[in-house]
């Protein structure tokens, strides 16, 4: 299962999931993004669900779980990949959008969390469940409280949730990206252009020169980082922040 499938890094990880042989219960808000990733991945052989769903709903993941247990089988990975992103000093944060923020990277991962451990549990068959953090939930920026509020929660949410789970035979773990080029990348380019009155060509070598390794990450390289974290070799690697930021935060 895989929420935020529709684009960007939850696009990444549902089709390298098809690509090694999973079948992939997808979700998203846009169906229609959904639906041509579910042909993208019956052509591989595979099989696929779409299950639109806002995240933030506790319905929605029980949704999820529902038709991927009926349409594919026992489930054995979760993957919380919704994500969204906010720019602002502290003091200018809006609360709403504070909120938002947490409904949507904290609270949308829990309630896939929740739900598809609770299956996993009562199946005695163990799992993996990775939800999709990043370099801010490592460490605080300049314009990101809101962001890191989010990210820092999720990454308390993994911790905790792995020592209580991993006698079930079941992993949580987070991967934490750094920049990576998505349509959320995009838009922050957007915003930086907005703000400064650069290009964005400006703006994006203004982000990569911040990055020892002279670009920013791409969705498949998240994505073969879950790849490994739900196989048998990652059996051993529980409640751990995996950084993924071409040495940003070393």
Not at 63 to 90: D, I, K, N, R
Not at 114 to 129: F, L, N, P, Y
Request: one cysteine or more; a neutral charge; hydrophobic letters at 50%.
């Amino acid at each position: 299962m895989v929420t935020g499938a529709s684009q960007g890094i939850g696009r990444a990880i549902a089709l390298n999931l098809a690509q090694v042989g999973y079948d992939v219960a997808l979700q998203a808000r846009q169906a229609s993004r959904l639906e041509a990733l579910r042909d993208e991945i019956m052509g591989l052989g595979r099989r696929a669900v779409v299950v639109p769903g806002d995240v933030t709903r506790p319905e929605a993941a029980e949704a999820l779980v529902s038709a991927a247990e009926t349409e594919l089988g026992p489930v054995g990975v979760a993957v919380a990949a919704a994500g969204q992103a906010s720019s602002a000093l502290v003091l200018d944060t809006d609360p709403e959008v504070f909120r938002g923020l947490l409904e949507v990277n904290l609270l949308g991962p829990f309630h896939l969390l929740k739900a598809a451990a609770a299956r996993m549990v009562e199946a005695q068959r163990g799992g993996r469940i990775v939800l999709v953090g990043s370099t801010a939930s490592v460490k605080g920026a300049k314009y990101t409280g809101a962001y890191a509020a989010s990210k820092h929660g999720l990454l308390g949410l993994v911790r905790s949730a792995a020592s209580e789970l991993i006698k079930r035979g079941i992993t949580v773990n987070a991967v934490c990206p750094g920049w990576v080029d998505t349509p959320m990348f995009d838009a922050a380019l957007a915003n930086i252009q907005a703000k400064t009155g650069s290009s964005l060509e400006q703006a994006r070598a203004r982000i990569e020169g911040m990055v020892p390794a002279g670009r920013v990450v791409t969705a498949e390289e998240v994505a073969g980082l879950v790849r490994y974290l739900v196989s048998e070799e990652a059996s051993m690697m529980t409640g751990q922040a995996l950084v993924l930021d071409g040495g940003e935060t070393i």
